[in-house]
Nanobody, 134 residues
């Protein structure tokens, strides 16, 4: 019912920038919170950012705070992750994931997104590779 497709990855030098896009195929896109995750070889999967159904509730992991910015365009059913001042340690496959904020759970999906708890995310994309050269 919900499909997500990531794009925008590539090869960039340290200090450069990339913008990732997550295109979501669902009727009520504005009812979904969207998170970005990444996984690199030898490292645990890391939740890096999340945004609720608007721009008022966002989360960033400490490793990307002040460098990455998450945003959404509900008219385009798309969530973006602007990545600036990229470091070699940012190299990973980046995935987006979604959960409906209408789910009656405690904590709510909105609160979970704001706090960086992505356990409720039920839909995942295929990922896009980001490689940052040293």
């Amino acid at each position: 019912e919900v499909q997500l497709v990531e794009s925008g990855g590539g090869l960039v030098q340290a200090g450069g920038s990339l913008r990732l896009s997550c295109a979501v195929s669902v009727f009520s896109f504005d009812d979904y919170a969207i998170g970005w995750f990444r996984q690199a070889p030898g490292k645990e999967r890391e939740g890096v950012s999340c945004i609720a159904n608007d721009d008022t509730s966002t989360y960033y992991s400490d490793s990307v705070k002040d460098r990455f910015t998450i945003s959404r365009d509900n008219a385009k059913n798309t969530v973006y992750l602007q990545m600036n001042n990229l470091k070699h340690d940012d190299t990973a496959v980046y995935y987006c994931a979604a959960v409906s904020i209408l789910l009656l759970r405690s904590p709510s999906p909105r609160q979970s997104c704001r706090e960086g708890n992505f356990a409720q995310m039920g839909y995942w994309g295929q990922g896009t590779q980001v490689t940052v050269s040293s």
